[in-house]
């Protein structure tokens, strides 16, 4: 059964800090990862999708890396800001279903 | 903005009501979701329609009844759900059932009184 992890639960940084978030997961015969966003009350943001052939994905201040084998993703988001507080949450696709990591919740403070 | 549109976005219905929660997409996907998320938990998939057709159910009770009138829309009915059915609900669609990304709703905040 696949079991997605991220470290770490919650992450509290100064406004400017480089940062990095960390996901795993124990079955590596995934079709992609996704890294969401989801503000509080609100539906999930979709910030970038790696597919299993892919290492990284870049979208403007993020970037997403995917080492399939040994298990791990990482989301670097640079130079950050108050407006990037949130949860972020990885999730890993196989057969149609997402399987989501608990979150780590983010505050940047001004 | 987002690009599906989920209706309520607040509901609030006593244990022997009958509500339809709506989601809608335009984008021309065929593959549509229902999630049930709690407070600081991540969504749990509920239901997958697949070319309008159900092709995922995770076990979920039948007070839960899902419906999918035509490749833009998505109901789920709900009746007689109790206290811990109160959660928030999530829509989503993507391309098809294995292609990716999800692109979700905001939800409807269901509570059960």
């Known amino acids: 059964k696949q079991e997605v992890t991220q470290i770490p639960a919650a992450l509290s940084v100064p406004e400017g800090e480089n940062l990095v978030l960390n996901c795993s997961f124990t079955?590596?015969?995934?079709?992609?990862l996704q890294w969401f966003r989801q503000d509080p009350g609100k539906g999930l943001t979709s910030l970038l999708l790696?597919?299993?052939?892919?290492r990284e994905q870049t979208s403007g201040r993020l970037n997403a890396s995917l080492d399939k084998s040994s298990g791990r993703s990482t989301l670097y988001i640079a130079a950050s800001q108050p407006g990037d507080s949130a949860t972020y949450l990885c999730a890993v696709s196989n057969t149609g279903k997402l399987i989501f990591g608990q979150g780590t919740t983010l505050q940047v403070k001004p | 903005d987002t690009e599906v549109t989920q209706t309520p976005k607040h509901l609030v219905m006593g244990m022997t009501n009958k509500k339809s929660l709506k989601c809608e997409q335009h984008?021309?996907?065929?593959?549509m979701y229902w999630y049930k998320q709690k407070a600081k938990k991540p969504p749990e998939l509920m239901f997958v329609?697949?070319?309008?057709?159900?092709?995922i159910n995770e076990s979920v009770p039948s007070r839960f009844s899902p419906e999918c009138p035509n490749s833009s829309l998505l109901n789920l009915h709900l009746h007689a759900l109790q206290p811990e059915d109160s959660a928030l609900y999530l829509c989503?669609?993507?391309?098809?059932?294995?292609?990716?990304?999800?692109?979700f709703g905001d939800g409807t905040r269901l509570s059960i009184l």
């Open positions: 989503a669609s993507s391309p098809g059932m294995t292609v990716q990304p999800q692109h």
């Open positions: 079955d590596s015969a995934i079709y992609n």
């Open positions: 984008m021309g996907h065929r593959a």
């Open positions: 329609y697949s070319y309008e057709k159900l092709s």
């Open positions: 790696i597919q299993s052939s892919q």
